[in-house]
């Protein structure tokens, strides 16, 4: 059996015991830490705290060169599930076919934009639109983040799934997966798991699961969430 390391290491992983009591208390020690340090990450201006933010992918109109969110114009607001056609708010274009759109680039990045956010107040979540102002708010906010911590930047080597991300987001290096809020994050989290007092490889595979699951190449699915 030929398994690459990453298989090797979530196999390993997967079964055997992890979750020992010094072990899940220090993780538990540890992501409090997290939640604590890093909490802002995760509030809106007018003090909601975040559970998740759906971000959306800006395509320019075939007809005008305006901007369209296809969240706003290809997304059916009462089933979420992706229409074959969509309009333009700028020129009042319809039917607009998918296969028709370009995605708009700026700086060599696809642009992506927050268009909603599931709120979180206690155990109740409820989803609503972003307003301009929190929209703006996200995007500076995640813009503006140094890194202290290590994150790895290696360049994406050529392959035929690997391909894809260069080719549909202009991803060029690891990191650009990942929002710069998700890379703090994590990047603190690899850190505290490297200098821990109690090494256990539970710590970095909780850090691989999370790394999996906040990219930007991460699907919104309505009843997964």
Known sequence: MDLSPAATF???NNNISIFDKKFVLELDTILKD???EYSYLFKLPNGDFINYVIWSEVFKCPICGGDIVFWESFVNNETEKINNSGFCSHCGAEDISKRDLTKKVVNQNVVLIPVAASILKGKQKTRRALTEDEQ?????????????????ITIIPDGYNLSQPKKSNNFKNVSDFYFKSSLLVLSKLWDVAIKSSNPHYGMFFCTSILGMRCTKRMPYRPKGL
């Open 34 to 36: 997290l939640l604590k």
């Open 10 to 12: 979530i196999s390993e």
């Open 136 to 152: 703006r708010f996200l995007i500076e906010q995640d813009e503006n983040l140094v890194i202290p911590y290590k994150y790895p």
